[in-house]
């Protein structure tokens, strides 16, 4: 079965600290990740997405991801956060085709001055 | 530029009235399309995805449909309303290989 865990309901962080957010999916086939960030009553951003090549990934922002295989892992991290990043994050896993993406339950980030 | 508009913003509907929720996508042709929902507070869950006009596929209905009566059009409907349908809507397009892009999403109260 397909699945995306986001282990972390809540994280909370202090401003300029570093940042992981962790992922872990099941996916049966070659796996296309995604890290998107929803703020408050909006829609879904997205922040990377890894397919295949260099397992670490550069994104938006500052945040980067890297992709372990052996670990089914595809966490996501930041050097220095900064208060705007508050917001919830969304992991998700599709195939090539894209036609079904399957998220995460989202970790909100909480960054405190 | 590429442009995706949801309508409405928001709905307050009473249980078992219908519902029409609609998406655009501007500036390309032939998107693929796809709605998706979440439930308040939670993950988000898909429902549909178009590859062209006409056919729209089931991912896990909830006593919803869909059509894509146009090109760049999705629409979401049921005719009749259940509580557990309140939520935020949120419809999505890519082509390629892009990652699937999202709207800005229409938050539905169920009363």
């Known amino acids: 079965a397909q699945s995306v865990t986001q282990p972390d309901a809540r994280v909370t962080v202090s401003e300029g600290a570093s940042l992981q957010l962790r992922c872990k999916y099941s996916y049966s086939g070659t796996p296309y990740l995604f890290w998107y960030v929803q703020y408050p009553r909006q829609g879904l951003q997205l922040l990377l997405k890894?397919?295949?090549?260099?397992?670490v990934v550069q994104g938006v922002n500052g945040f980067e991801a890297e992709f372990i295989k052996s670990n089914s892992s595809f966490h996501l991290r930041k050097a220095s956060v900064h208060w705007s990043d508050s917001a919830v994050y969304f992991c998700a896993v599709s195939g090539a085709n894209y036609n079904v993406l399957y998220f995460g339950s989202g970790t909100k980030l909480t960054v405190e001055p | 530029a590429q442009t995706i508009h949801q309508w409405p913003v928001a709905e307050i509907k009473a249980v078992g009235s219908p519902l029409s929720l609609g998406c655009t996508i501007k500036g390309k042709s032939s998107p693929n399309l796809y709605w998706y929902w979440q439930a308040t507070g939670g993950t988000l869950q898909q429902l549909f995805y178009?590859?062209?006009?006409?056919?729209v596929e089931s991912v896990v209905q909830l006593n919803l449909s869909a059509s894509r009566p146009k090109d760049d059009q999705f629409i979401l409907s049921t005719e009749k309303l259940l509580l557990s349908h309140s939520g935020f809507y949120l419809c999505a397009w890519n082509q390629n290989n892009q990652a699937p892009l999202f709207g800005e999403g229409t938050r539905l109260s169920v009363l």
């Open positions: 178009s590859i062209t006009v006409g056919q």
């Open positions: 890894y397919y295949s090549g260099d397992p």
